[in-house]
C-alpha cells in the first residue's frame, strides 16, 4: 500500500476526512426523492472526494469492510504486450467506511488489474479479481485468454496475474471496432461474479459470437454485441460459456453491453439470477431459474421518473448544435451502466445514468434529468417503488460503484467530469442510509 503525499491538482491525490470535507472546486450536488410510496426513509450524507483525477469508478466491499475503488485516471497506461485499457487505472482503499482513502499500487511500473471484470470475496477469505478484457488465443478459435488476481490479506497485497482459460464456442475477436472507433480484439468481463452454493462461480461478460453483425447505429464500424455467461468450477483458473442473453434484432444502439449480476438469497425467488443490461437507450432485464443455463426474453425496465424519448423536453436546449463530426446532435436520450445490489435486508438497489441527451450529454450537460440515480425496489425486482437522484445537469460519465457499509447502508461513488478534462474531473461519494418499513 502506497500512501498518496502529492501536492493538490496533482493526479491521484487522495484527500484526508478534513480535507475532503472543505475541498475548494467540488460540484456540490442535491439528494433529491423522485419516487416513493413511504415505506423508505433515505437520506444522504456530505459529498467527499474519493479520487482527484478519478472517472467511472468500480468498488468493492471486503468482508472485513474495506471498500476497494478503481477509476481511470488522465494519464496513458503503462506499455503492455496485453490489451489495457487505454487510459492508467488507479486503485485507492478505504477502511473506515469512505471517510478517508490510500492509494495502492501493485508494482511500480505495472498496470494494475481492471477490476471492472468482477470480484469476489471467497468464503475461505481469499480475494479475486478478474481483469475485464479476455483476449483470442493464436490458433484455438473457441478460446479465450484471461486474468485472475488474488488477494489474501484484505488487498493489503496482490498476487498475479494468473493465467486463466475460457472456452467460447463460437467466440469472435475481430471485425468490431470499440465506441471511440479504434480497433478492439477482445471480449469484456463487466461488474459482476456471484458465487453458487457449490463453490461453483459465475461471472457475466459482452462481446460477439458468430452471427452477430448487426451494426451500431452512431458507429457502424462498431457492432451490437450480446450478453453472455460463464461458469468455473475451479475458483477462476477455467470458464465455460454456458449461455448468452441475446435478442434479435439486437435492441438500443449497442445491443446488449455492461451486465450486472446479484442472486437471490432469500424469499419466494431465492437462488434466482438477476441481470440488469445497457443497450444503449433502455436498461434490459432478463432472470434465470436454473443458475444462468437459461434466461428469460430480456425486457426494458421501467423506474417511472424519466422518459428518455421525451426529446421535447430538451430539444431547444440543443436547437442548433453540431456534434464533432459536423451534424445535428442527437437527441433521444439513454439509460447507460447498472449497478445491482441485494442488501442484507434483502431490497435491491439498482444505481445507473440518465444521459440527456445520449452523446451531446458531455457538450452541455445542463438538463435537470441528466445524472446519477438509485432505485430500490422491495420485491425483488418486480417493480422498483423508490427513486433517488444523486446529480444533476453536471458533466458526469454516468458511471457509478455501489457498496453496503452497515445494514441499509451504502457508500455510493460517482464522477465529475469528462475524457477531455477541461472543467477537471475526479471521483467522489457520499453514504446512503435507507430506513425500510418492515
Not at 490510500?102 to 481469499?126: C, H, K, Y
Not at 467466440?171 to 468481463?189: I, K, N, P
Not at 431459474?289 to 428469460?296: E, L, P, Y
Not at 457498496?403 to 446512503?432: C, H, M, Q, S
Request: net charge negative; proline share 5%.
Amino acid at each position: 500500500m502506497v500512501r498518496s503525499e502529492m501536492a493538490k491538482g496533482e493526479t491521484g491525490v487522495v484527500r484526508s476526512k478534513e480535507m475532503a470535507k472543505e475541498e475548494p472546486g467540488m460540484v456540490r450536488n442535491e439528494w433529491v426523492e423522485l419516487k416513493g410510496d413511504g415505506a423508505i426513509a433515505a437520506s444522504a450524507g456530505e459529498e467527499r472526494l474519493v479520487l482527484e483525477g478519478g472517472l467511472q469508478p468500480f468498488m468493492m466491499r471486503t468482508s472485513s469492510g474495506a471498500l476497494v475503488l478503481q477509476a481511470q485516471l488522465p494519464e496513458k497506461p503503462y506499455p503492455s504486450e496485453r490489451m489495457v485499457f487505454h487510459s492508467k487505472i488507479a486503485t485507492v482503499v478505504s477502511r473506515d467506511g469512505g471517510m478517508t482513502w490510500e492509494r495502492f499500487e501493485q508494482r511500480p511500473g505495472e498496470n494494475d488489474v481492471n477490476m471492472e471484470g468482477g470480484t469476489i470475496q471467497l468464503a475461505a477469505g481469499s480475494i479475486l479479481a478478474l481483469d475485464t478484457y479476455i483476449t483470442p488465443v493464436p490458433g484455438k478459435p473457441d478460446a479465450g485468454a484471461g486474468q485472475l488476481y488474488v488477494s489474501i490479506d484484505d488487498w493489503r497485497s496482490l498476487e498475479g496475474p494468473v493465467p486463466v482459460t475460457f472456452h467460447m464456442p463460437g467466440a469472435v475477436f475481430t471485425g468490431s471496432t470499440d465506441d471511440g472507433g479504434e480497433a478492439h480484439q477482445a471480449q469484456r468481463l463487466h461488474r459482476s461474479i456471484v458465487t453458487l452454493p457449490g463453490g461453483d462461480l459465475l461471472a457475466c461478460g459482452y462481446g460477439w459470437l458468430q452471427g452477430d453483425t448487426e451494426p451500431a447505429p452512431y458507429m457502424t464500424t462498431m457492432k451490437k454485441s450480446r450478453t453472455m455467461m460463464f461458469r468455473s468450477r475451479n475458483m477462476g483458473k477455467h470458464w465455460e460459456l454456458v449461455s448468452t442473453i441475446d435478442l434479435s434484432p439486437k435492441p438500443g444502439t449497442e445491443g446488449l453491453v455492461e451486465p450486472a449480476l446479484v442472486r437471490l438469497s432469500g424469499g419466494r425467488r431465492e437462488g434466482r439470477l438477476l441481470c440488469m443490461i445497457r443497450t444503449g437507450r433502455e436498461l434490459y432485464e432478463a432472470h434465470s431459474d436454473d443458475d444462468g443455463a437459461t434466461w428469460s426474453a430480456a425486457r426494458p425496465v421501467d423506474f417511472g421518473v424519466v422518459d428518455i424519448y421525451r426529446e421535447e423536453q430538451w430539444a431547444d436546449m440543443f436547437a442548433g448544435m453540431l456534434d464533432k463530426h459536423g451534424r445535428p446532435v442527437e437527441l433521444t436520450g439513454a439509460f447507460v451502466d447498472p449497478e445491482l445490489l441485494e442488501l442484507r435486508s434483502g431490497a435491491l438497489v439498482c444505481a445507473f445514468g440518465v444521459r440527456i441527451p445520449a452523446r451531446a450529454c458531455w457538450q452541455k450537460p445542463d438538463h435537470p434529468w441528466n445524472g446519477n440515480y438509485l432505485a430500490v425496489s422491495l420485491d425483488q425486482g418486480e417493480t422498483w417503488s423508490h427513486v433517488y437522484r444523486l446529480t444533476s445537469g453536471v458533466l458526469t460519465t454516468h458511471y457509478m460503484a455501489i457498496a453496503e457499509i452497515a445494514e441499509d447502508e451504502l457508500f455510493v461513488a460517482y464522477d465529475f467530469g469528462d475524457w477531455e478534462n477541461k472543467r477537471g474531473r475526479y471521483t467522489y461519494g457520499r453514504t446512503v442510509k435507507f430506513a425500510i418499513r418492515r
